[in-house]
């Protein structure tokens, strides 16, 4: 959606939110206009005044429903689901199902940076410090009881997953992602079975992680999160712990802390089986997603030469994929 479209919806969304905040906190409270927030790649995202509060209200588009990554009803659920927890989310402060649907949430502050990707970059110590505390924080998510969260389909399992990015790669030109097939091939000929299914966030890294310093104050984005394998999302993060693995979009830190030791905070010391299925996955779904991106800016649907500089990323990490499976 343009700018100028995203600031007429927010002229006719903002008079809705006013009138249920005011419902909820007083006829008096002062609401301010909605203000277009950078960033999120799902539903519009926009900042206001509450009296003394600041929030985020995120929005379904205008002609879209509360479906997919556009359903912004399921992200609320998961908020508040989770606001009892030790997971750090934002607190909901008030929900609107009358389509376009939309919700407000505390505007948490923090920086949520991907070390390795974004800018300005993050001082190496401070992008390790934080690592380590995402890494700490993961196993309290997946031990939230699935009986607090309102789950509303069956688990994942890895051949889920699997079959869930084939589905995304299948739709890019295998000119763009040499060697997917070959590593497509290798994590189908042995899918580990699932193991006891948990809270997944599904995009789980510094970049959906709000910190202070290094305290992670808030995990944002639950667009599409589920019940599935723990496993899936610890290989996913680690994906983004070594800059090598994106030549030409990313960085090396230096510092940051190995696999083995972000592994063993999540498993305080212990063990996972079969890990290395699951950080191969982790790289043929970033492939996939980036081959995605590329496909649609060199079709014409949304221009963007930065997305030029993905092929070598896209080659490594298809290659170091297939290096995990041996």
Do not use: C
Not at 172 to 189: C, D, H, I, T
Not at 194 to 200: D, F, K, T
Not at 290 to 300: C, S, T
């Amino acid at each position: 959606m343009s700018e100028q479209a995203a600031l007429g919806h927010a002229d006719a969304l903002g008079p809705r939110v006013a009138a249920t905040l005011r419902a909820s906190q007083g006829d008096d409270l002062e609401v301010g206009a909605l203000s277009i927030m950078p960033g999120g790649h799902s539903g519009l995202t926009y900042r206001l005044t509450a009296g003394a509060q600041d929030l985020v209200v995120k929005a379904v588009p205008p002609g879209q429903r509360s479906m997919g990554r556009h359903d912004m009803l399921r992200q609320a659920r998961i908020l508040q689901a989770l606001a009892d927890t030790d997971v750090p989310v934002p607190v909901v402060q008030a929900v609107d199902e009358q389509e376009p649907a939309w919700f407000a949430m505390d505007l948490v502050a923090g920086e949520s940076l991907e070390p390795v990707l974004d800018d300005p970059p993050v001082e190496p110590a401070l992008a390790a410090a934080r690592m380590r505390r995402a890494a700490e924080v993961l196993p309290v998510m997946h031990a939230v009881p699935a009986a607090m969260l309102p789950v509303d389909g069956p688990p994942l399992t890895p051949a889920d997953e699997l079959a869930r990015w084939i589905r995304t790669m299948d739709a890019v030109p295998p000119e763009l992602v040499p060697e997917a097939g070959r590593l497509q091939a290798k994590l189908a000929a042995d899918v580990p079975d699932g193991v006891e299914p948990v809270l997944v966030h599904g995009d789980y890294r510094l970049g959906n992680i709000l910190s202070l310093h290094a305290d992670p104050v808030a995990v944002i984005d639950w667009e599409i999160w589920s019940i599935g394998d723990p496993r899936v999302e610890l290989g996913w993060f680690l994906v983004f712990a070594d800059g090598t693995n994106f030549p030409g979009v990313g960085r090396e830190v230096p510092g940051l802390p190995a696999e083995d030791e972000l592994v063993g905070l999540y498993t305080a010391g212990g063990r996972l089986d079969l890990l290395e299925w699951f950080n191969a996955l982790g790289r043929f779904k970033m492939a996939a997603i980036m081959g995605h991106n590329l496909r649609r800016h060199r079709e014409g649907r949304h221009h963007d030469p930065a997305q030029e500089k993905l092929p070598a990323t896209i080659g490594r990490l298809l290659e170091s994929g297939l290096e995990r499976l041996g």
